[in-house]
C-alpha cells in the first residue's frame, strides 16, 4: 500500500484473507468511489494471492454494464448509487471472476453530488457470497479520502461478517 495507507485497512484487509484461505475461498472486488482501495489493502498483505483474483474498477455506468454484466435498465431505474446496482455489482463480481465472494462498493465521496441528487458520504457497500448477499448503506461526513477511507474499511468488515455467516457450516457455529 502506498506510504500514507492507512495500516488499519490492511489489517482488515488480512483478516478477510486468513478467513478465506482457511476455507479455500476466492476473492474479487468491483470497485466505484474506492476506485481501487480496497483491492490496494487487500493486495498489501503478503500472500494475498492465494485468495484474491483481482478487481474491477467500474467508475462509469457504462464499465458497469460492459464489465460486471449490471443491466443497464438497472442503472437508468435505480441510479448507479443503489442498493440494487451495489448488488448487481457484487454478484456479477462473483460470476465475472469465478469467485465464491464478490466484495463492491459505490457511492458519492464529493466535493460534489451526484446528477439524482444524491448526497455527498452516500455509500453502498454489497457483498455476495453462494449463499447469500448483503447490501449495507452508509452515510459518512468528512472529505473525499476519508470517505473512500471508510467506504473500504466498511466494505471489509462486511465481508469478513458476512463470509463468516455463509461458510459451509455456519450454522452448526452458531
Given at each position: 500500500?502506498?506510504?500514507n495507507a492507512d495500516e488499519?485497512?490492511?489489517?482488515?484487509?488480512?483478516?478477510?484473507?486468513?478467513?478465506?484461505?482457511?476455507?479455500?475461498?476466492?476473492?474479487?472486488?468491483?470497485?466505484?468511489?474506492?476506485?481501487?482501495?480496497?483491492?490496494?489493502?487487500?493486495?498489501?498483505?503478503?500472500?494475498?494471492?492465494?485468495?484474491?483474483?483481482?478487481?474491477?474498477?467500474?467508475?462509469?455506468?457504462?464499465?458497469?454494464?460492459?464489465?460486471?454484466?449490471?443491466?443497464?435498465?438497472?442503472?437508468?431505474?435505480?441510479?448507479?448509487?443503489?442498493?440494487?446496482?451495489?448488488?448487481?455489482?457484487?454478484?456479477?463480481?462473483?460470476?465475472?471472476?469465478?469467485?465464491?465472494?464478490?466484495?463492491?462498493?459505490?457511492?458519492?465521496?464529493?466535493?460534489?453530488?451526484?446528477?439524482?441528487?444524491?448526497?455527498?458520504?452516500?455509500?453502498?457497500?454489497?457483498?455476495?457470497?453462494?449463499?447469500?448477499?448483503?447490501?449495507?448503506?452508509?452515510?459518512?461526513?468528512?472529505?473525499?479520502?476519508?470517505?473512500?477511507?471508510?467506504?473500504?474499511?466498511?466494505?471489509?468488515?462486511?465481508?469478513?461478517?458476512?463470509?463468516?455467516?455463509?461458510?459451509?457450516?455456519?450454522?452448526?457455529?452458531?
Amino acid at each position: 500500500m502506498s506510504e500514507n495507507a492507512d495500516e488499519g485497512l490492511v489489517a482488515v484487509a488480512g483478516a478477510l484473507l486468513n478467513l478465506l484461505a482457511q476455507h479455500g475461498w476466492r476473492l474479487g472486488t468491483a470497485e466505484s468511489l474506492t476506485g481501487g482501495m480496497v483491492g490496494e489493502a487487500i493486495t498489501a498483505v503478503p500472500g494475498a494471492s492465494v485468495s484474491y483474483m483481482g478487481g474491477v474498477i467500474s467508475y462509469t455506468d457504462r464499465e458497469k454494464t460492459a464489465l460486471l454484466g449490471v443491466p443497464a435498465e438497472l442503472l437508468e431505474k435505480c441510479g448507479a448509487i443503489s442498493v440494487e446496482v451495489a448488488e448487481a455489482m457484487a454478484q456479477g463480481c462473483r460470476e465475472r471472476l469465478n469467485v465464491q465472494v464478490g466484495l463492491a462498493t459505490t457511492g458519492v465521496a464529493g466535493p460534489t453530488s451526484d446528477g439524482r441528487g444524491t448526497p455527498v458520504g452516500t455509500v453502498f457497500v454489497a457483498c455476495a457470497t453462494p449463499r447469500a448477499c448483503t447490501v449495507e448503506r452508509l452515510l459518512l461526513d468528512g472529505d473525499r479520502l476519508h470517505i473512500r477511507v471508510e467506504s473500504t474499511r466498511a466494505a471489509l468488515r462486511l465481508a469478513i461478517r458476512l463470509v463468516t455467516a455463509t461458510l459451509p457450516g455456519a450454522e452448526e457455529m452458531t
